[in-house]
């Protein structure tokens, strides 16, 4: 698809940094004169967000791993069509806490599904989406627990730390499965450290010389 606007996802696990990054990101672009559209995953959207509530409330215990990996796919066929894609072809910069990857990374990895349904259901969700850039928060999952520890878990934090270890090799696995996509900076030191790094990467990307890849 041709558009002006760019997409950039943050990933990475549970307590990493992501709502911190996207949010002085976003500051900063705003800054500068950007049209920026803040987003979230699972959720965006009034549906979505309906499916967030299924797919976090942790009295859904008996939901199978297959409900669970289409029913991310299709809260996030809703937001691509109704935010991502409208505000891509207005010229916006889109950033979305969380995306695809981390499919991959918590239904591939964590969960066990198979990676190359996984793929082909998200390709159908993604419908018209181009080129994007994914920047990867990295930090053990132990760290990132532990950040987080304050509030309550939602189910998928309520895993236990196999789970989240599979995610995080998950996620590496992903840096080599899409360099074109997929720019990691280390998440372990303090956020505005860790944001002068996403700003290396993202700025790249906006202004082209990094043209980022596709899914
Ligand atoms: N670089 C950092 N160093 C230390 N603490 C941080 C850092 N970045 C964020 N935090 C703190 O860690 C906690 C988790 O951060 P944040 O909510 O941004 O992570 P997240 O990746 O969005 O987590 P979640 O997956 O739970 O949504 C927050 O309390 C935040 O203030
Ligand atoms: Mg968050």
């Keep these: 698809m041709e558009y002006s606007g ?5 990933e990475g696990p549970d307590g990493a940094g992501k709502t911190t990054q996207v949010k002085l990101a976003a500051e900063r672009l705003q800054k500068m004169g950007y049209s920026v559209v803040m ?55 889109v950033l979305c806490d969380r995306f695809v990857d981390s499919s991959l990374a918590y239904q591939g990895f964590g969960r066990g599904l198979d990676l190359e349904m996984l793929r082909q259901v998200n390709r159908f969700a993604l419908d018209r989406l181009g080129r994007f850039c994914t920047i990867l928060l990295d930090l053990p999952p132990e ?6 520890k304050k509030r309550e878990k939602d189910r998928l934090e309520q895993e236990d730390i196999s789970f989240h270890r599979r995610v995080w090799e998950g996620y ?40 980022g890849g596709v899914f």
């Design 6 to 10: 760019k997409l950039v996802v943050f």
């Design 39 to 93: 987003t979230r995953e699972p959720g965006g959207t009034r549906l979505s967000e309906e499916i967030r509530q299924l797919l976090l409330d942790p009295a859904n215990r008996e939901m199978s791993p297959v409900t669970e990996a289409l029913l991310y796919a299709g809260a996030r066929s809703q937001l691509v069509a109704e935010v991502i894609l409208p505000a891509l072809a207005s010229g916006k910069i």
């Design 143 to 148: 760290e990132g627990l532990e950040r987080g």
């Design 172 to 211: 590496h696995f992903l840096i080599k499965e899409y360099p074109e996509r997929i720019r990691v900076v280390d998440a372990s030191s303090q956020p505005e450290i860790v944001h002068q790094q996403v700003w290396k990467h993202l700025s790249a990307f906006i202004n082209g010389s990094d043209q």
